[in-house]
């Protein structure tokens, strides 16, 4: 095989030492230490300088399709029914441009910050109608070359109450929606909302991912419907929960217990630091709860588990840059995590593990695999997240896919 270029002395994760990566025809020809000189040939190379390559960071939950509207909606309180309510009043007005210009412009940041791949809701009901829905599909097919996009048709306004929906999402599904997902929490019969969810993934055959249990109360959780469903209809691996800030709330047994059930279960979960920070403890006067459900102790239980960005520059989360290596740190500092082990393992659930999570095939650094390689400019995947080390170049299927050169100073120190 002609290998297209070689990318030398790059750092791993988990690895030890560096190592030399050989591409040919968009994948992976081989990976060797870098020392061996396996690669001897005389096609272009790239010096990674013991900077660390991984096949990029992967998002799991975002909504591009309500990014960017801070500026049409108001914050007043603060609150999860605030943004509910301001942003189903925005989308009302949403046009396929309107929201395919801010779609695009998010998904260009991810990529410049080394995102790979990206699972997106996309609101269908009847104040959005399909026009979210067209547009993320184009932005969909228009970035393929450089990212990898699936689509999740979500009813955030609830199901049973909102007549229209269900069929609206059935026809997403059948127009080429990726997976189904549903908002339980917003709906007045949030079990037959669940129901109903999982009967439409199961007419095709998609995976469900749900906002679940977006508040402090650890009482009247919704996830054991979930988890029932998930072993009634045999769809463990393909279930996905977001927020479940209750978990935050439960004593270390009941945590625990929890835990091993979603392992059991085939349920992954997905933490977003961001807007949990930003909308829960709000009643607190002092000492106010982080509401962030500790991730990592769950991936020490069993289950799945990843982090990733939600929204952006919304009444949701009226902040943030679509930069996964950022929300990696802040989940950190919040979960107080700081050992090499507990870093590496935050930096699995913005790659690998959010990855197998998103239902990602053929992620990996490995021969034979797609040629998706980020470059970051740290020397392992715990001083990534340290460090919220900056992606430096990207290459999707073996083509360059963006690069930011490191920044440099312009003069010398003196003194």
Known sequence: MSIDFVLRSAALPGQPGLSDIAVAAGRIAGIAPSAAG???????????????ATAGLVETHIH???????????????????????????????????????????????????????????EIDP?????????????????????????CAFAQEGLTNDPGTEAMLDAALADGADLVGGCPYTDSDPTDHIRRIFDLAEKYDVDADFHLDFDLDPAGSNLPAVLAETGTRGWGGRVSVGHVT?????????????????AEAGVGITVLPATDLFLTGRAADRLVPRGVTPAHRLLELGAQASISTNNVLNPFTPFGDVALMRM???????????????LAAVFGMVSDGAARLGGFEGYGLAEGAIADIVLFDAASAPAAVAEVASALKGWKAGRPSFERPPARLLGQATG
Not at 77 to 99: C, H, N, P, R
Not at 246 to 262: H, I, N
Not at 333 to 341: E, P
């Open 64 to 122: 591009l399709d309500k990014a960017g509207i801070i500026g049409r909606c108001r914050i007043c309180a603060g609150t999860l029914a605030e943004a509910v309510a301001e942003t189903s009043k925005a989308k009302a007005a949403f046009t396929v441009d309107d929201v395919y210009a801010r779609a695009a412009a998010i998904v260009e940041k991810a990529i410049l910050h080394g995102t790979t791949r990206l699972r997106s809701f996309v």
């Open 38 to 52: 396996a690669f001897v040939c005389d096609a272009p190379t790239e010096d990674a300088g013991g900077r660390l």
């Open 328 to 342: 990696a740190n802040l989940y950190a500092n919040v979960a107080q995590v700081g050992t090499d082990a507990g």
């Open 246 to 262: 209750k978990l935050s709330a439960l004593a270390p047994a009941e945590f625990e217990a929890t835990g091993r059930r979603l």
């Open 127 to 151: 104040r959005a109608g399909f026009r979210s829905f067209e547009a993320l599909q184009a932005v969909k097919r228009h970035y393929a070359g450089l990212i990898e996009i699936k689509l």
